[in-house]
């Protein structure tokens, strides 16, 4: 089963924005492009441990048209009753490796309208749980480029087993949908909104965590079906006189397990020297519990759902973090004038969690480099 927390760092690692852009496809000498993406990403929490060494290649055509492969490790130690075996909680290691694909290819409406449209398809297993994952997505510029309309369907296919018995299988299926767009106000400001609709049907509990009904343990079972629906808005705008870009950033969901979650952030990203930029960053979060919540026991004669997952409980997480992105341009004129088309960037943020995954810390660190 995914680790508590694993969700967290992949978005913070697939949020990564970095200096260094991939050059671009030549149509006239028709030569292909690439970039080589790699970044080591470490979580660490009260009971979980993950480092995930990530690889990215993309190449580029001069027809407009992109491949990409993506390819992850997780190596995950958490402390484990269940999955272990033993009468004590001990450390439980796991693995799980992710390959994906994508397509890009750009063109232009017959009215000059540029248009992008995206396939991908991924697919992670470890030795309890196995998801494939088909992802379409298209952007719209219009308006000369100053209005962006994003749309995007996610479908995933999950089976759920477990270590602790060999006739447990169960399966889950997602469906989500985003929507998306971005509009340049003026020179120095953007403004998006986006909504997003997810539906997932099927096992969404954890087959190794017990919940007490009275005084004796059952094995969590949630509702089989959760909708959720969420609103996204980012306001960005550049102070030019000082090279500083604020990000106002705002989320929040609702779904039919009653949970109601609110996401104000706030970025500022600075300037120091054309190749060298510092972000820093703050994050709050809070949410209610799910309406099956109860805790510490459910009472006598209960049957109705049952979970004792911290994730679906009532807390507050406070994130502060800071990012450092450094173009390698220092190396053109030396032996090493290869990495001079490169970036790197080192990450590190800090968060304080009132559920019981408790306080945490992620960070990377990794680069860019153009073929």
Request: proline residues 5%; neutral net charge; charged residues 20%.
């Amino acid at each position: 089963m995914p680790a508590p927390g694993r969700t967290r760092l992949l978005a913070a690692l697939l949020c990564l924005l970095t200096l260094a852009a991939p050059a671009r496809a030549d149509e006239v000498t028709g030569t292909w492009t690439g970039l080589l993406e790699g970044y080591g990403n470490y979580y660490l929490e009260r009971s979980t441990r993950v480092v995930m060494p990530t690889m990215r290649v993309t190449l580029q055509s001069p027809v407009g048209l992109d491949v990409a492969a993506n390819y992850l490790v997780d190596i995950i130690s958490s402390a484990s009753i269940a999955q272990t075996g033993s009468d004590e909680d001990a450390v439980f290691h796991e693995y799980r490796q992710q390959a994906e694909g994508q397509l890009v290819y750009r063109s232009e409406l017959p009215g000059g309208q540029p248009l992008t449209l995206g396939a991908r398809f991924g697919y992670s297993f470890e030795d309890d749980y196995r998801s494939r994952q088909y992802t379409g997505n298209a952007r719209l510029s219009l308006d000369e480029r100053n209005l962006d309309l994003d749309l995007a369907a996610n479908l995933t296919d999950d089976t759920v087993e477990s270590n602790a018995d060999p006739n447990f299988a169960e399966s889950r299926r997602a469906l989500t949908l985003n929507s998306a767009a971005t509009r340049v106000l003026n020179a120095r400001t953007t403004l998006t909104l986006g909504y997003t609709f997810s539906w997932v049907q099927g096992f969404q509990a954890n087959p190794y965590r017990r919940a007490l009904i009275g005084p004796l343990p059952f094995a969590e079972e949630h509702p089989e079906r959760r909708l959720r629906h969420a609103v996204f808005g980012r306001l960005g705008h550049l102070i030019a006189e000082t090279g500083t870009g604020v990000h106002l950033i705002y989320r929040t969901y609702v779904d039919s397990w009653n949970i109601t979650a609110l996401n104000p952030e706030l970025r500022l990203v600075q300037t120091l020297h054309p190749d060298f930029l510092v972000s820093l960053g703050y994050r709050f979060y809070i949410q209610n519990s799910a309406w099956f919540v109860r805790a510490p026991a459910y009472p006598l004669g209960w049957e109705g759902p049952v979970t004792n997952d911290p994730k679906l409980a009532e807390h507050r997480t406070h994130k502060i973090g800071a990012r450092i992105d450094v173009r390698l341009r220092f190396f053109e004129h030396t032996p090493l004038g290869f990495l001079g088309a490169g970036s790197v960037v080192v990450t590190f943020d800090r968060y304080l969690n009132t559920n019981a995954f408790g306080d945490g810390y992620i960070a990377t660190v990794g680069g860019r480099l153009p073929l």
